[in-house]
């Protein structure tokens, strides 16, 4: 199958083309290309009646892939922003299953569990209230040294 020069090795995020012909994608392969969208889980990006497409170590998270075509690696999750005002890896039915970065979460204490995501938006995201608290707590512990230590390190 033919490398589709036009569309690979590119960055379509949040790009709708769905106004563009399906021979441009038909049969053909699109290998390394971003597609993200940010707007919500199974956005249609691509003309309707693509087929025969292979999409290869491209990027296409929250992208819907209309049967007939195939994914071949790179990354194809649906993600969606919670209450927490971070994103989220979700099930078809948009519920939370885990943090798109858990590593985040574990190194500064936050729950991965879904079933912890408060009830109400936030107005900061959950990692950066966790870093800003961090952050006080090294100035309180710097502060509470004493002996002028806060001051020669320029910590108010």
């Not at 090795?9 to 441009?24: E, I, M, N, Q, R």
């Not at 943090?99 to 936050?110: E, K, Y």
Request: aromatic residues 6%.
């Amino acid at each position: 199958m033919a490398i589709n020069k036009k569309y690979s090795y590119k960055d379509f995020t949040d790009k709708d083309l769905t106004s563009l012909p399906a021979s441009d994608f038909n049969n053909s392969e699109i290998v390394g290309s971003c597609f993200y969208q940010q707007k919500a889980p199974n956005t249609q990006v691509f003309p309707t009646g693509i087929t025969g497409v292979t999409f290869r170590k491209c990027n296409l998270d929250n992208v819907l892939i209309p049967p007939g075509n195939t994914v071949d690696g790179g990354c194809h999750r649906k993600i969606k922003i919670h209450n927490d005002l971070e994103d989220w890896i979700v099930d078809d039915l948009g519920k939370p299953i885990k943090p798109v970065n858990p590593s985040t979460f574990n190194n500064l204490g936050l729950s991965i569990d879904p079933k912890d995501i408060q009830l109400t938006k936030d107005t900061i995201s959950a990692t950066e209230k966790k870093r800003e608290a961090n952050q006080q707590a090294d100035i309180d512990a710097v502060k509470a040294l004493g002996g002028g230590i806060a001051e020669r390190l320029g910590v108010k």
